[in-house]
């Protein structure tokens, strides 16, 4: 029986290096633009049109942060009834964390040149949550439920409309949106208890 021929090696064929289109290099020219204009902070020629519809995101979200702060502020002091002290602490929470977010909405506008904007006089018409005046426990866990629903679109909305835009606001929506998610889910749970 003859013996099996033995497999020949071939050189495999040495790849072309990528044509400079596929090369992956900075833009001189924008790494040149941020040497100037100091005063500007964090915020270089890179965010193009795009920052002044951010700051208005932002502000938006922060008229809603507002509201849900007001909000969950009401419903944990008028909160009562047998399961109301548990809720009602829920609530605070909610609330304290609710701020926080707020807080740091407020700084990244800043950061990236805006003025934040609390105005009373225009926070509802701004916010895309609801405030609520319910006085029965499980209206309030309800309205509550809503109110973080719709946060969960908004900031879900808001990062797709940002996309690779703004990098640093995405992850802070990104984070807050976590943070929405899991308010959603504790208050869904209080609805079936």
């Known amino acids: 029986m003859p013996a099996k021929p033995t497999p020949i090696q071939r050189a495999q064929p040495r790849s072309n290096p990528p044509?400079?289109?596929h090369v992956l290099a900075l833009d001189q020219a924008a790494l040149d633009a941020a040497r100037k204009n100091l005063d500007e902070g964090a915020v270089t020629p890179g965010y193009g049109p795009?920052?002044?519809?951010?700051?208005?995101?932002l502000n938006d979200a922060l008229a809603t942060e507002l509201v849900c702060?007001?909000?969950y502020k009401r419903h944990h002091f008028t909160a009562h009834g047998m399961a109301s002290p548990a809720i009602a602490a829920e609530f605070l929470v909610h609330a304290?964390?609710?701020?926080?977010?707020?807080?740091?909405?407020a700084e990244r506008i800043v950061q990236l040149g805006g003025e934040p904007d609390f105005s009373p006089a225009t926070l509802l018409e701004r916010s895309h949550a609801d405030y609520d005046d319910s006085d029965e426990l499980?209206?309030?866990v309800r309205a509550n439920l809503v109110a973080e629903r719709v946060a969960v679109e908004s900031y879900r909305q808001m990062i797709a409309l940002i996309g690779d835009k703004d990098p640093g606001t995405r992850r802070l929506l990104e984070g807050i949106l976590?943070?929405?998610?899991e308010h959603a889910d504790e208050l869904a749970d209080l609805l079936e208890e």
């Open 96 to 105: 304290n964390e609710e701020a926080a977010h707020a807080d740091k909405l």
């Open 19 to 21: 044509a400079p289109e």
């Open 69 to 71: 702060v007001l909000r």
């Open 138 to 140: 499980m209206a309030m």
């Open 178 to 181: 976590i943070d929405e998610e």
């Open 50 to 57: 795009w920052r002044d519809s951010i700051v208005k995101l």
